[in-house]
Structure formats: structure tokens, C-alpha cells
């Protein structure tokens, strides 16, 4: 029997498993571990077995392999996102506006059928939706809220199984969505035999509580661009982090992100298949960094990502390789049969330079020079964004390079 195990630096109590032979090479690790989230003794040990029994649960289903879902089957493992999202947004439900009710009820709507009869251009024109754009969107939201259902569970299922656990994610999302419309109305929204129903009785609830206006992640990442001055690139990469972490995180308000919302997201990334330096460097850092701007510029009162990390440990074989001879040989010579000169040149030019793949794609005519007879590459940020101010150089052309024709 497991028993809560405590931590001897944090205090903590962990829950820790063997992971059973037959499913390690899938789980991908020797031991389960996950925090029980207390550090009293009595309480880890009442943690303890719902977080087994969830463990156990997604362990036999992974070993029952491929499946599929049926209806009910989907909604039933979305029912819980139908009380997260009422939770979340309680407090304050007119803040909700990710989730667009008028959109959520033709999600998955077939298209209309087109009219043969009809002019081409007409047809074309008649079925344009305005919303086509959106709709995608959150359509894609809800695929990943249910792979990342599926992968909390331990399943694997089918296409069908995955889509149909998608359409009832979007159905609990859409239910929940309209009784927080209720409520930011005056309603009451109360739960009732596992199932919500609104009453125009607003009770002695007292009103709804108030919290600090919202701050879209674009706008904060605007206001500390301002100041930091990123370069272009920079920029755009931690735009990118933040609409991801907004998908899925279901809204954009950096005031209502906390802690345990991060620790989720990093764990999602982790199932997804990301390695720990990546989640570590490119997803927390840019969240930890933008979120410190907004706490010592007084925007944000603390900051949710600060004690939010991972570990990064690298394994045998795990780590950056070069090319083999092998293989350069193999990449170098398929160049040589492309017509296309990014696929023909820049192979060549990155072998033989050592140069970043970035700074070899941004090169102009006017940076291809020579210098006492020697024909060079001048990596300049008047190209484009550099890593590091130190990265501006010139850089010997070899004699391959030029023997092959460049």
C-alpha cells in the first residue's frame, strides 16, 4: 500500500508509485509521482487515495489500449470542464468572453449544401462565413481541452472517440457559458442533482463580488515591449507563448491567472511531448518574465509564475548531436539536386560556416563582399534580428561553397 510521501526540502507530501512493468515503456518513466498539495500529515493521507484511485484508473485504461467513446461516455468525462469553467468565472461571469454562445451553437454544424443550379460566384459568395475564422478556433480549443482529458485518464482512442469527446467538451463549455450569461444578469445559478438550473430568485447571496478590471495578455506584453524594446523576433515568439497559454487557459486576463493554472498548462506541455528545456526556456520564461514587468510596475499584485519550474535533466542520448560524416554527406549531396536556392545554398552555407540557420535565411546580395580577395558573408542585424549583439561578423566564404558555383 502507498503512503504519502513527504518531500525533504518542500515538506510536502507526495504521492509515489512504481509504475507496473508492462506499462513503462508507454508511461515513459519507472515511477508516478505528483504532489498531494498539503504538508499536514492527516490530510495527505485523505488526498491519498482519490489520487491513487485516479492513478489506478488511468493506468488500466491505458493498458486496455485502443478504444473508442461513445456519446454518453464523452459527456461524461466532460462534465467536470462544465464546473470548472462555472467555478472560474463565478465571481465575475461577465468577464467570460472567450467563449462566444452565438458561435458555440453552430460549432459543429454541417455546411450548407451547395446549389448546383446557382452561378459559381453566387455559391461562393452564400457560403462565406464570416466567423469560419473563429469558429476554427474553437474548434481547435476543444480538440485540445479533450486530448488533454484524454491524457490526464490514460486513454487512447479512435478519431471518432476523439471528436465526439470534443463536441461534448464544447456542449459543457456552451452550458456553462450560458448560465454565467444568467448570472452576470442577476440570476442564481444553483446545482441541483449534478445538474445547474437558474432561479430569478437572487437569495441572500449579496450580489456578485467584485475583482480588479482585467488585463488582456496583449496589452501587458505591449506595455513591457515598450520598455524592454525586444528585438523583432523575441517579440513575436513570446506573442505566440501568450495566445497559447491563452487557449488554453480558456481567457486572456492576466488577473485571474494563478498558480495552480500554470502548473496545469506545464504539465499539458509535458504530455504533449515537450522536452523540459523547452517548456523551461521558451514557454515559463517568457510568462515569468512578462508577469515580474507587470508586478514590479505595479499592474499585477503577484506574480503567479514565480515559483513555477521544472526540472531539466538531460539523459544519455538525449542530448544535442552533431551531423555524422554519414549524414552530412547524405544532406549535402540531396542539395545539390534542388532548383530551389534556399534548399540548394543554405545546407552549404551552414555547413560550411558554422552560421545560425536564421542568420544564413536573412542574407542580402549587398552582404556577400570580399576582403583582400576573399569572398565573405556579413552577418549584420541591418539583415535582421541577431541572438546576441556579439553575433555581427564576417564570415569566410569556403572554397566548396565557391567550387560548387555559388
Known amino acids: 500500500m502507498s503512503r504519502p510521501w513527504k518531500h525533504p526540502k518542500t515538506n510536502v507530501y507526495w504521492l509515489r508509485k512504481r509504475v507496473p512493468e508492462a506499462l513503462r515503456a508507454i508511461v515513459g518513466k519507472r515511477e508516478e509521482k505528483r504532489s498531494l498539495g498539503t504538508r499536514d500529515p492527516a490530510e ?31 459527456h461524461k468525462l466532460a462534465r467536470p470542464i462544465h464546473d470548472q469553467w ?62 488533454q482529458v484524454l491524457t490526464a485518464q490514460g486513454l487512447i482512442v479512435d478519431e471518432v472517440g476523439r471528436l465526439r469527446l470534443a463536441k461534448a467538451v ?20 444553483t446545482e441541483i442533482d449534478g445538474s445547474f438550473r437558474s432561479t430569478s430568485d437572487f437569495g441572500q447571496s449579496g450580489g456578485l463580488l467584485s475583482s480588479p478590471a482585467p488585463i488582456p495578455f ?11 524594446r525586444p528585438t523583432e523576433k523575441t517579440l513575436y515568439e513570446w506573442r505566440r507563448v501568450f495566445r497559447q497559454l491563452k487557449i488554453f487557459l480558456g481567457h486572456d486576463d492576466a488577473t485571474q491567472v494563478k498558480p ?19 517548456i523551461k526556456d521558451a514557454k515559463l520564461a517568457p510568462v515569468r518574465a512578462v508577469l515580474r514587468w507587470a508586478v514590479d510596475n505595479g499592474r499585477l499584485p ?3 509564475a514565480a515559483r513555477v519550474g521544472i526540472d531539466v535533466k538531460v539523459k544519455p542520448g538525449e542530448s544535442k548531436r552533431s551531423y555524422t560524416d554519414e549524414e552530412a554527406i547524405l544532406l549535402l549531396k540531396a542539395s545539390m539536386e534542388e532548383s530551389n536556392p534556399i534548399l540548394r545554398w543554405v545546407p552549404w552555407l551552414c555547413a560550411y560556416s558554422g552560421a545560425r540557420v536564421a542568420e544564413i535565411c536573412q542574407l542580402r546580395a549587398e552582404d556577400i563582399f570580399q576582403i583582400d580577395d576573399i569572398w565573405c558573408l556579413r552577418i549584420t542585424p541591418e539583415a535582421g534580428p541577431l541572438k546576441t549583439s556579439s553575433s555581427e561578423r564576417a564570415v569566410p566564404i569556403h572554397s566548396a561553397v565557391i567550387d560548387q558555383g555559388f
Open 260 to 278: 495552480a493554472n500554470l502548473i496545469a498548462w506545464k504539465s499539458a506541455l509535458v504530455a504533449a511531448g515537450l522536452r523540459s528545456k523547452t
Open 86 to 147: 462555472i467555478e472560474r468565472h463565478r465571481a465575475n461571469p461577465s468577464s467570460q468572453t472567450f467563449w462566444d454562445v452565438e458561435l458555440g451553437a453552430r460549432l459543429w454544424a454541417a455546411p450548407a449544401p451547395i446549389d448546383f443550379s446557382r452561378p459559381l460566384l453566387e455559391n461562393l459568395t452564400s457560403g462565406f462565413d464570416k466567423d469560419s475564422l473563429r469558429i476554427t478556433e474553437l474548434k481547435e480549443w476543444c480538440r485540445g481541452i479533450a486530448d
Open 44 to 74: 495527505a493521507k485523505r488526498r491519498l487515495l482519490p489520487a491513487l484511485s485516479e492513478l489506478e484508473t488511468k493506468w488500466k485504461n491505458l493498458q486496455a489500449g485502443p478504444q473508442t467513446l461513445s456519446e454518453q461516455e464523452a
Open 302 to 304: 503577484t506574480n503567479p
Open 170 to 189: 464544447s456542449a459543457a463549455i456552451q452550458r456553462a457559458s450560458m448560465s454565467l450569461t444568467q448570472l452576470a444578469q442577476g440570476e442564481v445559478v
Open 218 to 228: 496583449d496589452a501587458l506584453v505591449d506595455q513591457w515591449a515598450a520598455e524592454k
